[in-house]
């Protein structure tokens, strides 16, 4: 597959090959799901808690005496079915974290890039960085590419002046090229290549003896 490449400026520059292993796949949507929903699992804190009847504050005492009132045989003040009372099968803190096999996220990431080079929301940049680490200078950027939409940066490297430039962005996000988000690749609106990321994801997920 060939996608143009451009200049900060927005100017087209040259071509570049991207490996249809990569980014000419045909779409998984399984396997994305798949992806998407074990990140999201992945950040759950799992804190959530309930006191059951053994755990809430109370008296152990019968509130009424056991016949004559015309009510329930009541045990306790603490019991699930009294206001105040202790919860039936309530969260308790748990790990919500699970894994799912490493071809599957690879395919999932390469579906997902493979998504967005053929629906044209991929665009090839040359490779810059944000010397003044200022965000007005980012800025000027991304207004040749994208309109206030969600995007996506790929970097080449972890490159900490162009993430500090884009740290007061809530549109942008940063994804260095052996570390994709399936979530937040998905769902970009943009997505912002550099030229060399597009190199390095090309040797980093292609892979023959995988099964597509």
């Not at 804190?45 to 504050?57: I, L, N, P």
């Not at 974290?97 to 665009?123: C, E, F």
Request: aromatic share 8%; net charge positive; proline share 3%.
């Amino acid at each position: 597959m060939e996608k143009k490449v451009y200049s900060i400026d927005g100017k087209e520059l040259r071509t570049i090959n991207l490996d249809d292993k990569v980014f000419g796949l045909p779409v998984n949507e399984d396997v994305i799901y798949y992806a998407i929903t074990n990140e999201l699992a992945n950040k759950r804190v799992g804190t959530a808690c309930t006191k059951t009847r053994s755990e809430v504050h109370g008296s152990n005492a019968k509130p009424f005496k056991q016949k004559g009132t015309g009510n329930a045989r009541r045990g306790d003040k603490k019991s699930p079915i009294m206001v105040g009372g202790g919860t039936i099968f309530g969260p308790k803190p748990r790990d919500y974290s699970y894994a799912i096999p490493k071809k599957a996220k690879r395919l999932a990431m390469k579906s997902i890039l493979s998504l967005q080079a053929q629906s044209d929301r991929l665009t090839v940049v040359e490779d810059f960085t944000i010397e003044s680490g200022k965000t007005k200078d980012l800025v000027k950027i991304l207004k040749n590419f994208t309109k206030d939409e969600r995007t996506v940066i790929l970097l080449k490297d972890d490159d900490s002046l162009i993430k500090r430039a884009g740290k007061n962005l809530p549109n942008v996000s940063f994804l260095s090229y052996n570390r994709l988000r399936a979530h937040d690749l998905f769902y970009g609106r943009k997505v912002i290549m550099l030229e060399t990321a597009a190199t390095k994801l090309s040797e980093f997920y292609a892979d023959s003896k995988e099964a597509e």
